[in-house]
């Protein structure tokens, strides 16, 4: 994955701001249950590797959803 951060900082901030950019790890799992021939719910964790001024961090999504299939 390719990803591009911009971080902004007050004043007597004890992070780095800036922007970085570059290529790091990403990866997820999810699950699907299909509740009717028409109708499923889906639950999904993603994890990305992105590069900011201070180092590299992780950072974690959750998604919860419904799909319609018609």
């Known amino acids: 994955m390719y990803g591009r951060t911009r971080t902004s900082t007050g004043v007597g901030a004890t992070i780095?701001?800036?922007?970085?950019?570059?290529?790091g790890v990403s990866l997820g799992a999810g699950?699907?249950?299909?509740?009717?021939p028409q109708v499923s719910a889906v639950l999904a964790w993603d994890r990305y590797d992105f590069r900011?001024?201070?180092?590299?961090?992780a950072?974690?999504?959750a998604s919860v959803g419904?799909?319609?299939c018609y």
């Open 16 to 23: 780095a701001g800036g922007n970085d950019n570059g290529f």
């Open 66 to 68: 419904l799909m319609y």
């Open 59 to 61: 950072v974690h999504t």
């Open 52 to 57: 900011f001024r201070s180092g590299r961090d």
């Open 31 to 36: 699950l699907s249950w299909d509740l009717t």
